[in-house]
C-alpha cells in the first residue's frame, strides 16, 4: 500500500483528540446550564434525559467519520489496476528553474509555486503526449524521465523546491543540454523544450545550446516570469520576512525576457512573456504543441497502484449518517402521578405506571484484507541468466539479444530490474562496438533510481567517450587533419562530464577521479600539441612581412579584448590572455 498525501495520516491522533476533548468539554458545560436552569427534583420532568450509551455511540461514530475521511484525504494506494496507454504527439520535457530568485513573490504565491501551478494545470490538457521534468539552478537535475503516467509526473512536479537542485545560481544552457541529452536523438517525433525561468542566467551560454537544439529541430517555448521593470527582493529560504542581501544591500531580482525570446526565436519556438500576470499554459498547448508530429506506436500496458479512496470515503459518509438517525436523548418515560382511586389496587396502580425501555444498537464496522498477486518474473531473469553466460564466454551478440529481450520485458513490470537489463545490454552492445546503440542504452540506465547503477552507466559512457576519440586520434594525434581536432575534443571534454556526473552519484569512486584527471592531461596534450602544430606551419608558410603583420594584428587584438573585460571575468580567461601574450612573445625571435 502506499499514500498519495500521507501527511493527512499524522492528523488523526491530534484531532481525534481534540474532538474527543471538545465533546466532554460540551457535554460537561450542556450540564453545568441544565442545572442553573431547573432543579433537580424537576429536570427529569421538563429536560430530555440526556443518555451516556447514546453519547457516547455518537462520539465513536464521528470520531470514526473523522478518522475515515483523513484516511481518505492520505489517498490510499493499493492492488494492482492495468491500464491501456496510446502515446500519441510530441516529447515535451518541462525545465522549471528552481533557484532561490524563483522565490521571489511579485507573482503570487512565488514565482516557483506559479510554475508549478501553471505546469499542473498544463497535464489535464495533454492527450497522450510523452512529458519530463527537470530542475535546474546551478545544475539540471531530470526529476521525471519522459512518461505518460502523468500522476508520476504530478508527484515529481509536487517536489520542486530550491533544494531539487543540487548547486545554486541559474545555468539555463545546461538545462537546456540536459534535456538534449535525456532526448532519443533518432526519435521518430516532434520534441520540444517548455523553458519556465525568470531567465537571469549566469554564464552557461544558453544560445549556444539552443543552436544545438535548433540543429536537432527541438523547438523551445520559454515563459518568463517576475517583473521586468522593478523586480522583487529574494527572501532567505524559511523566512518571507528577511532577505537576501550582498555587501550590505538587498538583492533584487528581475525578469530577463530578451534573452528568453532570442532563445525561442533561435530554435522556432515562443516565448511568453508571462510577467506578473495570468497565463494559461493550455493556450500555448493548442496553439502549437497539440497537434506535432507523434511516432505511431502500439498501445501500451500500464501498472499502477489503484486509487482506493472511495472505500474509507464511503464508511465515513456512513457513520455521519448513522450519527444524524442516532438521538442523544433517551425516549422520554412518562411517570402519571398515581391517585388513591377506590377500587383500584396497588398491583393495577403499578402494572398502569409500568415503563419500556428502548435497546440501543451499535455499528459493526468489518476491515477487509486485499491480497495482490505478483507476476512472475522467471523468464526475464532466465535471459539474463542466459546474456551473462554468453558474457562470459565472448559471445557478445547473443548476450546482447538475450539483455535486450529481458528489458523489454522488466521495463513493463520492474522499472529497476529493466535499468539493470538496460545497462548490461549497453555493455554488450560496447564490447561489439555498437557505440551509438551502447550509448542510448547507457543513457537509459543512467536514469535509474539505484544512484551506485547510474553512477555505472556514467562511468561506462564516459569510457566509451574517450575510446572514441582515442580511435579519431589514432596512433599519431599530430598527424590528425585539422578538421577532426574539434570532434576529438568534444569527445573528451564528453569523456570528462559523464566521469564527473558519475562522481556527482558516487562520490566514493577513485576510478571515476583518477580518470578525469588523465582525460584532462590527454585535452591539454593534444591541444598544446597542435597549437605548436600550428604555429611551425604557419612560420613555414607565411612570408616575413605578413608574420609581422599577423604578429603586430595579434598583440592589438589581445589589448583590445584586455580593455573589455567585465568585473565577474573568470580566472580562466585571464590565463588564456597570460598564454596568449607568452605566444607572441616567442614569436619575436622569428620576426628578429
Known amino acids: 500500500m502506499e499514500w498519495t498525501q500521507p501527511g493527512w495520516l499524522y492528523l488523526i491522533l491530534p484531532l481525534s483528540a481534540a474532538w474527543l476533548a471538545l465533546s466532554l468539554y460540551s457535554r460537561h458545560k450542556r450540564r453545568q446550564a441544565a442545572e442553573a436552569f431547573v432543579s433537580r427534583e424537576m429536570r427529569s420532568r421538563i429536560l430530555p434525559t440526556e443518555s451516556s450509551p447514546r453519547f457516547w455511540t455518537k462520539m465513536l461514530l464521528r470520531e470514526a467519520a473523522l478518522v475515515f475521511c483523513l484516511v481518505a484525504l492520505a489517498g490510499p494506494r493499493y492492488g494492482i489496476q492495468?491500464?491501456?496507454?496510446?502515446?500519441?504527439?510530441?516529447?515535451?520535457?518541462?525545465?522549471?528553474d528552481v533557484s532561490r530568485s524563483m522565490l521571489a513573490e511579485d507573482v503570487p504565491p512565488s514565482r516557483l509555486g506559479r510554475a508549478k501551478a501553471d505546469v499542473a494545470a498544463l497535464l489535464n490538457r495533454l492527450e497522450g503526449e510523452r512529458v519530463g521534468l527537470i530542475a535546474f539552478a546551478g545544475q539540471a537535475v531530470v526529476k521525471c524521465p519522459l512518461t505518460v503516467d502523468y500522476d508520476s509526473f504530478r508527484r515529481s512536479l509536487a517536489e520542486l523546491d530550491p533544494g531539487s537542485a543540487p548547486r545554486g545560481g541559474t545555468a539555463i544552457g545546461d538545462a537546456i543540454r540536459k534535456a538534449l541529452e535525456v532526448f532519443d536523438a533518432q526519435a521518430g517525433r516532434d520534441q520540444a523544450i517548455l523553458?519556465?525561468?525568470?531567465g537571469d542566467d549566469q554564464q552557461s551560454y544558453p544560445l549556444d545550446a539552443a543552436a544545438v537544439a535548433a540543429e536537432r529541430q527541438v523547438a523551445i517555448f520559454a515563459v518568463g516570469l517576475g517583473d521586468a521593470d522593478q523586480g522583487a527582493r529574494i527572501p532567505q529560504s524559511g523566512d518571507a520576512r528577511s532577505f537576501m542581501e550582498y555587501k550590505g544591500e538587498q538583492v533584487w531580482s528581475k525578469l530577463d525576457g530578451s534573452l528568453l525570446e532570442q532563445i525561442a526565436l533561435k530554435t522556432s519556438g515562443v516565448y511568453v512573456p508571462a510577467g506578473t500576470r495570468a497565463y494559461d499554459l493550455g493556450e500555448l498547448y493548442i496553439d502549437h504543441l497539440q497537434g506535432r508530429r507523434g511516432e505511431t506506436e502500439q498501445s501500451r500496458t500500464r501498472i499502477r497502484r489503484a486509487e482506493r479512496f472511495q472505500i474509507p470515503l464511503a464508511l465515513g459518509l456512513l457513520a455521519l449518517l448513522m450519527d444524524l438517525f442516532t438521538s442523544r436523548f433517551s425516549r422520554p418515560s412518562l411517570r402519571p402521578v398515581s391517585l388513591e382511586?377506590?377500587?383500584?389496587?396497588?398491583?393495577?396502580?403499578?402494572?398502569?405506571?409500568?415503563?419500556?425501555?428502548?435497546?440501543?444498537?451499535?455499528p459493526l464496522l468489518v476491515a477487509c484484507c486485499l491480497s495482490v498477486s505478483i507476476a512472475n518474473a522467471g523468464e526475464p531473469k532466465r535471459a539474463i541468466a542466459e546474456g551473462l553466460t554468453h558474457y562470459s564466454a565472448e559471445e557478445f551478440d547473443k548476450a546482447q539479444d538475450k539483455f535486450a529481450a529481458a528489458r523489454e520485458e522488466l521495463e513493463k513490470t520492474d522499472s529497476r530490474q529493466g535499468a539493470i537489463a538496460a545497462f548490461n545490454e549497453a555493455c554488450a552492445a560496447h564490447r561489439r562496438g555498437e557505440t551509438s546503440h551502447a550509448r542510448e542504452s547507457y543513457l537509459k540506465a543512467g536514469l535509474a533510481h539505484d544512484k551506485?547503477?547510474?553512477?555505472?552507466?556514467?562511468?561506462?559512457?564516459?569510457?566509451?567517450?574517450?575510446?572514441?576519440?582515442?580511435?579519431?586520434?589514432?596512433?599519431?594525434?599530430?598527424?590528425?587533419?585539422?578538421?577532426?581536432?574539434?570532434?576529438?575534443?568534444?569527445?573528451?571534454?564528453?569523456?570528462?562530464?559523464?566521469?564527473?556526473?558519475?562522481?556527482?552519484l558516487q562520490p566514493d569512486n577513485p576510478r571515476a577521479r583518477r580518470d578525469i584527471e588523465l582525460v584532462r592531461q590527454w585535452i591539454r596534450f593534444y591541444t598544446d600539441r597542435w597549437r605548436e602544430i600550428d604555429r611551425e606551419k604557419r612560420r613555414r608558410e607565411?612570408?616575413?612581412?605578413?608574420?609581422?603583420?599577423?604578429?603586430?594584428?595579434?598583440?592589438?587584438?589581445?589589448?583590445?579584448?584586455?580593455?573589455?573585460?567585465?568585473?565577474?571575468?573568470?580566472?580562466?580567461v585571464f590565463f588564456e590572455w597570460k598564454r596568449l601574450q607568452q605566444e607572441l612573445q616567442e614569436e619575436i625571435p622569428t620576426v628578429r
Open 452 to 504: 551506485r547503477l547510474a553512477a555505472a552507466a556514467h562511468y561506462n559512457l564516459g569510457t566509451l567517450s574517450a575510446e572514441e576519440a582515442r580511435q579519431l586520434a589514432g596512433d599519431q594525434p599530430a598527424a590528425v587533419a585539422p578538421e577532426k581536432r574539434q570532434e576529438i575534443l568534444d569527445q573528451l571534454k564528453g569523456a570528462v562530464a559523464s566521469f564527473r556526473h558519475s562522481l556527482d
Open 195 to 198: 523553458l519556465i525561468t525568470d
Open 82 to 96: 492495468e491500464e491501456q496507454i496510446i502515446p500519441r504527439g510530441s516529447d515535451l520535457y518541462v525545465l522549471i
Open 341 to 362: 382511586l377506590p377500587g383500584v389496587s396497588t398491583r393495577q396502580r403499578q402494572r398502569a405506571s409500568r415503563s419500556a425501555t428502548t435497546p440501543v444498537s451499535l
Open 542 to 572: 607565411t612570408n616575413l612581412l605578413k608574420f609581422l603583420e599577423y604578429v603586430i594584428e595579434a598583440q592589438r587584438t589581445l589589448r583590445e579584448s584586455v580593455k573589455h573585460v567585465g568585473p565577474n571575468a573568470t580566472a580562466n
